[in-house]
């Protein structure tokens, strides 16, 4: 809806405490995580999406959102961004990275082969956790035990379906996901680790006829 639409969206998360991602503010912010401190957990955010459905940023604002090649079918896998993002969160001490992706091929049940690649390559970089968009549909949630860290399972939720799509023309597109973990803090070695204790998949429908949720 532009950029303007844009900022309007994040002023009002500002004014609620909902903190963004994925759409920087200024130029010096692009490239950057997020993060954000719960329980003595520092958590980092990064993000990108493979598009903004054909309509560029305006001139001198492509800053605006993090947008990367992630699909496209001409060149290969772009993960740059998403790595720089990393970097940035490991360099600010962060203990667990989530990373936001939007991609995927709509009303698909499963990944392409190329994003279970880019998928496992973001998570020995240091991503722990991928929450995936796009599809429409639920796709598979991967439990991957790492190479950096044998004692480390990360999870991939390739597609949690939508929550805020109005189309619901067919069971599949009306299911979703909402993902429940826990997280645990301490030491393993001698080192710090944080790991996750737990992941658990909810199941959600949306009302029709009322902005809610039912959690099955």
């Not at 004014?15 to 719960?38: C, L, T």
């Not at 309509?55 to 604002?61: A, E, F, S, V, Y």
């Not at 190329?114 to 240091?126: C, D, K, M, P, S």
């Not at 067919?170 to 803090?185: F, Q, V």
Request: glycine content about 8%; aromatic content about 8%; proline content about 6%.
């Amino acid at each position: 809806m532009g950029v303007e639409s844009l900022s309007a969206t994040q002023d009002l998360f500002l004014r609620d405490g909902i903190m963004d991602i994925g759409a920087p503010r200024s130029a010096q912010e692009y490239g950057k995580g997020k993060v954000f401190v719960r329980n003595g957990i520092k958590l980092g955010f990064v993000s990108a999406t493979f598009s903004l459905n054909g309509k560029p940023l305006p001139t001198g604002q492509e800053f605006r959102v993090h947008t990367s090649k992630l699909m496209s079918r001409y060149v290969p896998t772009d993960l740059e961004l998403l790595r720089a993002q990393i970097a940035d969160c490991k360099m600010r001490g962060c203990d667990f990275i989530v990373a936001s992706i939007h991609w995927g091929v709509e009303f698909e049940f499963f990944p392409r082969l190329r994003q279970i690649e880019a998928a496992h390559a973001l998570v020995e970089e240091g991503v722990d956790l991928i929450l995936g968009a796009h599809p429409h549909v639920i796709q598979p949630v991967e439990y991957y035990r790492t190479k950096r860290d044998p004692n480390r399972i990360a999870v991939i939720a390739y597609s949690l379906g939508t929550l805020t799509w109005g189309w619901y023309t067919a069971p599949h597109l009306i299911l979703s996901l909402i993902m429940h973990l826990k997280l645990a803090k301490g030491h393993v070695g001698g080192e710090p680790r944080t790991y996750i204790e737990s992941a658990k998949p909810n199941p959600v429908v949306p009302l029709r006829r009322r902005p809610s949720v039912l959690t099955c």
